[in-house]
């Protein structure tokens, strides 16, 4: 589910609040994926919102997605226009860090989306 709409009261914030009510409840297990887009992700208003919806449902594991650097190549195989330009690696590096931050310095539990440990893997890790 996406937590970042632009409505923080409108319909889609509220059903998201329903479910995650919803899914604590019944004591499921939630890993939420937080996207790192440089320009977007790291704005002060959305990390609020997103640390603000974590919280209210007591939500202190999450998994930090890193921007693909290779997002470009996927649209032009899917013969998709590309309507953003390109993330400077610097504002690549300062996105990852700031979120990373954040969230270490909250205590979260963190994941990166390139390795989770899977229950039914011999190994302990699964690639994502």
């Known amino acids: 589910m996406r937590v970042v709409t632009g409505q ?7 059903h998201i609040n329903n479910v995650l009510d919803l ?3 019944e004591g499921a297990e939630i890993l939420p ?19 603000e919806l974590l919280a209210r449902h007591s939500l202190r594991t999450v998994c930090l997605n890193p921007w693909n ?4 190549h996927y649209y032009e ?8 330009s390109a993330p400077s690696a ?9 979120i990373t931050s954040l969230f270490n310095q909250l205590n979260f539990t963190l994941y990166e989306n390139r390795t989770i440990k899977a229950s039914n893997d011999p190994q302990g890790e699964e690639s994502l």
């Not at 977007?40 to 959305?46: A, G, L, P, T």
């Not at 650097?69 to 470009?72: D, I, L, Q, S, V």
């Not at 195989?77 to 953003?84: K, Q, T, V």
């Open 8 to 14: 923080k009261d409108g319909w889609h914030y509220q």
């Open 23 to 25: 899914l604590t409840v």
């Open 33 to 51: 994926r937080i996207p790192m887009v440089p320009g977007f992700s790291d704005k002060e208003d959305v990390l609020n919102g997103i640390t």
């Open 69 to 72: 650097r290779n997002y470009g």
């Open 77 to 84: 195989l899917g013969g998709l226009p590309l309507h953003m």
């Open 90 to 98: 610097d504002e690549i590096d300062y996105c990852e860090t700031k």
